[in-house]
């Protein structure tokens, strides 16, 4: 059984950093590609970060130069070092692994909806808050 476990999520000022977890189990990096992904109340679900079996990471335009991705293959766990921290970063955010063909309705975040290709596992989500 696959399961994903965020960490590391509070509330900080802006201009500040946190640092997000998420414990792997049942599935590595080299099985597939894991992302972070993040979602407000009102808004859609919104990826943030993946990484790759290879290595190849991608960031999203809000992320970029400000969030890093990383993989600790002893632990299993991937991280998100986020920094300069701004309150439209304020959202619960999810980790997700296993990108494949899916094909119909699947998570996405809190919610589901239809996409030919998905993350298959999630976690339940940590809450970060940024205050101005």
């Known amino acids: 059984e696959v399961q994903l476990v965020e960490s590391g999520g509070g509330s900080v000022q802006a201009g500040g950093s946190l640092t997000l977890s998420c414990t792997v189990s049942?599935?590595?990096?080299?099985?597939?590609?894991m992302a972070w992904y993040r979602q407000a109340p009102g808004t859609e679900c919104e990826l943030v970060s993946s990484i790759g079996p290879g290595g190849l990471i991608n960031y999203s335009a809000s992320a970029d130069g400000r969030f890093t991705i990383s993989h600790d293959n002893a632990m299993n766990t991937v991280y998100l070092q986020m920094t300069n921290l701004t309150p439209e970063d304020t959202a619960l955010y999810y980790c997700?692994?296993?990108?494949?063909?899916?094909?119909?309705?699947?998570?996405?975040?809190?919610?589901?909806?239809?996409?030919?290709?998905?993350?298959?596992?999630w976690g339940r989500g940590t809450q970060v808050t940024v205050s101005s």
């Open positions: 997700a692994a296993d990108y494949r063909y899916i094909n119909r309705e699947s998570r996405a975040c809190g919610s589901s909806r239809y996409r030919k290709y998905a993350y298959y596992y």
């Open positions: 049942g599935f590595t990096l080299d099985d597939g590609h």
